[in-house]
Structures are given as C-alpha cells and as structure tokens.
C-alpha cells in the first residue's frame, strides 16, 4: 500500500443536516495513487440515484457533486462499507426498463434496515423512461458493485 494514499471519489450527503453522510465514498476499481492524476471519472451524463447510508434519504448526482480525496482506502471503500445496487420493477406494466437505486451501506446491516432506506429513500428514482417504482417495492435483486454506473 502506498504511504501517499489513493484518490477516492466522493459525493457529499444532500442533507442539510446529515454530518455523517459527509464524505458518502463512491466505489472505483483501481484507485490510482495521489502521486498520479484524479481519473477523468465520472462521464458528464452520470446521475446516479444514491441513498445515504446514515440519514437514508436518496438524491441524484451528477458529475459536478463528485470530489476527488486523499484517503488510504485502496479497495475503494472504508473497511466494512458496501455500495449497494437495488434494482426495483417500473410501475408501468409494459415498461422493460428497471429502476436503479444505489445504496451506501455496510456488511452490519440487515435486510430489513436496507429495505428501511428503500422506503424512504427513493421518492425521485425513476427508470430510464422517467417511471417511479411499482409499489409495493418490487425489488429484483440487490447487489453490491464496485463503481456506479
């Protein structure tokens, strides 16, 4: 590992009053180390819906929220946090797209305090075509990635 650090992608928690969620530390494959230039990460069109691991509440992103910082996480993420995708059904019944929520979270957690965050979390996700989620949630699987789409 380098003394130097790695630049990690970071956004900062919408919430005014969220101090936890600040820094929410966004996976990346292949940190590059400090010594090298930040990567030209994420592309202009990137608004991911994420959810904050601490407050719950999910804001969209885009690339002008994300801050590149020094840290020695070199896997890309804090010991024990995960980043997590949930993919939910469109509420329009002939619609193929998914609704894609990214969720800060951590391998503590159970299953019901992450469904918790779903509920609460995901009043502006949409699918590609501009649909809210069905609901009830209809969750077709949860995953966890190492870089937002």
Do not use: F
Not at 53 to 59: N, S, W
Not at 73 to 98: F, V
């Amino acid at each position: 590992m380098s003394q130097d650090g790695y630049w990690q992608p970071v956004v900062r928690c919408k919430t005014p009053d969220c101090v936890d969620g600040n820094p929410i530390y966004l996976p990346h494959p292949d940190l590059p180390e400090t010594t090298e230039p930040q990567p030209n990460w994420p592309a202009e069109n990137w608004h991911p819906l994420v959810v904050c691991k601490y407050c719950g509440r999910g804001y969209h992103y885009y690339a002008k929220d994300v801050e590149w910082i020094s840290t020695h996480y070199y896997t890309g993420l804090p010991d024990n946090d995960l980043m997590l995708l949930a993919e939910l059904r469109c509420a329009q019944p002939d619609c193929e797209h998914l609704v894609k929520v990214y969720l800060g979270s951590d391998v503590r957690k159970k299953i019901r305090e992450i469904n918790g965050k779903l509920k609460t979390g995901i009043d502006d996700a949409t699918c590609d075509a501009g649909h809210a989620p069905a609901y009830p949630l209809d969750v077709l699987q949860i995953n966890s990635v190492d870089e937002l789409e």
